[in-house]
């Protein structure tokens, strides 16, 4: 699963190329900046997320994204912890107003977490596909903010639920 997910950020990232060279657009690196919020079954945990991406058109952007745990939750006397979090993403946007875009985006992420019940404790070292929609706000050319759903497919599954800072260079 890994290897295909890498082939199809690969492949689309290849196949968006060309567009490089026909927008003056193009080119263009942002960062992000906030909190990422997951829901796995009745545990609520959360990360201090990061992301750098590259806007290969108007359209089209690549990304990777970073996390490191900052709450935890108790489940049945066991606390639940995200420690952290790595991915990488093809992200397709779309303008709908002057400073407002939807976007969706693919990739994989590796999770790793961590349940502890008294002095027994396991950690749990996982990636997954991961699809999300999303939407992002420019105060003006550099500054706006960006809020985004994100479903991962490991295991049974989870959720993720992000805002962050976007400053675009």
Known sequence: MRIFALAV??????????????????GQVYVNG?????????SDTGTLN??????????????????FGINDD?????TI????????????????GERLSLMG???????????????VKTKDDDGSF???VGGQYMFDDANGIR??????????GSDGFAASYVRKF
Request: charged content about 15%.
């Open 9 to 26: 950020l690969a492949a689309t990232a290849f196949a968006a190329a060309p567009a490089l060279a026909q927008d003056s657009a193009a």
């Open 34 to 42: 906030g909190y990422n919020h997951f829901q796995v079954g009745k």
């Open 50 to 67: 990061g992301r750098i991406g590259y806007q290969i058109s108007p359209n089209f952007a690549v990304e990777g994204e970073g996390g």
């Open 74 to 78: 108790k489940v049945n006397n066991v």
């Open 81 to 96: 912890k995200t420690r952290g979090s790595l991915g990488g993403f093809a992200v397709a946007s779309a303008p709908v």
């Open 105 to 119: 985006r693919a990739g994989y992420v590796h999770r790793w977490t961590e349940a502890k019940a008294g002095s």
């Open 130 to 132: 991961a699809v999300g």
């Open 147 to 156: 809020v985004d759903y994100t479903r991962y497919t490991e295991g049974k």
